[in-house]
């Protein structure tokens, strides 16, 4: 399978999976947040407590990184709306790429189910959060991670 190709809300490529950057240098583990819709009213409401969830990761060295099936343009407006300091990655196309991946591809809808997914630098998934349709608890990926203590 090739790998999946993303571009940030600037329309920079990233490597897959997306874990290396300027933000987290060195970092071995990453929340990958999938947002089945960037510009949607419950994806806006998780979207508000990612500056503040990234701030208190970052201090157990664990970085974050969101991704959409929007374009890139659609996830710069929302970054600069919110003034988010995480990367947004684009999995507009091949739509869904990212999603499908990892097996999270509503092939219905053409959007990632609402999860994330904490994986190693290698790309393997260590936890995963299920969300119900009305969105994720922010809290809850340091929560898993304090369970791991």
């Given at each position: 399978?090739?790998?999946p190709?993303?571009?940030d ?9 997306p ?9 071995d ?19 508000e ?16 990184r ?8 659609v ?6 709306q ?21 097996g ?10 609402r ?19 009305a ?12 369970s791991?203590?």
């Amino acid at each position: 399978m090739t790998a999946p190709a993303l571009r940030d809300q600037f329309g920079q490529a990233w490597q897959f999976p997306p874990i290396e950057g300027i933000d987290q240098p060195g970092y071995d583990r990453t929340w990958l947040i999938f947002i089945p819709g960037a510009y949607t009213p419950i994806c806006m409401s998780e979207l508000e407590h990612v500056n503040e969830l990234a701030g208190q990761l970052a201090v157990q060295q664990v970085g974050v990184r969101l991704i959409a099936p929007d374009a890139a343009p659609v996830l710069r407006m929302v970054t600069d709306q919110l003034d988010l300091q995480v990367p947004f990655l684009s999995d507009f196309w091949p739509h869904g790429a990212a999603a499908d991946h990892f097996g999270i591809l509503d092939k219905t809808t053409g959007r990632p189910q609402r999860v994330s997914l904490l994986i190693s630098r290698s790309g393997e998934v260590l936890e995963h959060i299920s969300a119900t349709a009305a969105g994720r608890n922010m809290s809850d990926h340091l929560s898993v991670l304090q369970s791991k203590k």
